[in-house]
């Protein structure tokens, strides 16, 4: 959209430029020496003198500098043995975790011999009660816990697990049952 000449905005920013133009005027005619622009433009000296720091003498120069050489000897020597405790530290902690480590080596062998032993100690139950009289199995068998009981029966040959569990009272046989078809019911299908 075009802006006309009557249009209020455009009044108002020519009142405003004519306005500016008027104070200019007026402040050349009040001050025809010119002493309010020169005041404004030139740079003042007292700022600039009283900012500089006065001049110490070299003595004392140098012995601050000497001083504070002295501290940062001071800190490096203190830095320095923060470093070599560090070391002595990691060192010892490095030596820590090569005795856990072996520790836990040996830990896993004789846990994987303790399982292994126990293992070939079930294994060898497991024989013996295939091996018994059926009838005589079953009344050790109607004693033991039922998960237990189960866990015997589920690793045994079939036919010697069945005249076992035949020679069970039909509700401990039943409960026996249940325990070993129960213990991969929750294992995932896929």
Same mark, same amino acid.
């Given at each position: 959209m075009a802006k006309t000449a009557t249009d209020p905005t455009r009044f108002g920013a020519? &009142? =405003?430029?004519? &306005? #500016?133009?008027?104070? !200019?005027? /007026? @402040?050349? =005619? $009040?001050?025809? /020496?010119?002493?309010?622009?020169q005041e404004a433009t030139a740079p003042d000296p007292a700022p600039a003198v009283a900012h500089c720091a006065k001049p110490e003498a070299p003595e004392a120069l140098l012995a601050a500098l000497k001083e504070r050489e002295m501290q $940062?000897? /001071?800190? @490096?020597? +203190?830095i320095a043995d923060r470093e070599r405790l560090l070391e002595a530290a990691e060192l010892r902690f490095r030596a820590q975790a090569d005795r856990l480590q072996e520790a836990e080596a040996q =830990? /896993?062998?004789?846990? @994987?011999?303790?399982? *292994? &032993? &126990? *293992? !070939?100690? #079930?294994? !060898? =139950? +497991? *024989? +013996?009660? *295939?091996?018994m009289n059926p009838k005589n199995a079953a009344q050790i068998f109607e004693a033991m816990d039922i998960t237990f009981a189960a866990g015997f029966l589920s690793r045994m040959q079939r036919d010697a697990a069945a005249r076992i569990l035949s020679g069970l009272p039909p509700d401990r046989a039943y409960a026996v049952s249940v325990v070993i078809a129960g213990r991969n019911a929750s294992a995932p299908r896929e």
């Open positions: 020519m &009142a =405003l430029l004519g &306005a #500016v133009f008027i104070g !200019s005027a /007026s @402040a050349r =005619l $009040l001050d025809p /020496s010119g002493a309010i622009a $940062l000897a /001071s800190r @490096a020597d +203190v =830990l /896993s062998a004789t846990l @994987a011999r303790a399982d *292994e &032993a &126990a *293992e !070939s100690d #079930v294994t !060898s =139950l +497991v *024989e +013996v009660y *295939e091996t």
